[in-house]
């Protein structure tokens, strides 16, 4: 209850951000409530592997997802500089 408690706060104050702020683009509300939904099937997930014994085929796209772009941010660190 505490998690839906920080993520209705979190939006409340994004969505005035992008009112007052941005004017109307919502473009910050968006980009919170894509990152909350990917967390949320994150953690699905991780349930039903835990309750199956095996990774599923959302594991596998997951941790694809995350291959690509660990390896994007480190091409895109070493040719803007090497920040390591």
């Known amino acids: 209850i505490i998690k839906i408690g920080y993520y ?17 683009s919502f473009i910050l509300i968006n980009f919170a409530s ?9 953690s699905i997930d991780e349930n039903i592997c835990k309750l199956i014994g ?12 995350e291959k690509l772009y660990y390896d994007f941010i480190k091409k895109y660190v070493n040719k803007g500089g090497n920040y390591e």
């Open 8 to 24: 209705y706060t979190i939006m409340l104050v994004l969505y005035l951000v992008d009112c007052f702020v941005v004017k109307d």
């Open 34 to 42: 894509v990152i909350i939904l990917i967390n949320e099937l994150i």
């Open 54 to 65: 095996r990774n599923t085929a959302l594991t596998k796209v997951f941790k694809l997802v």
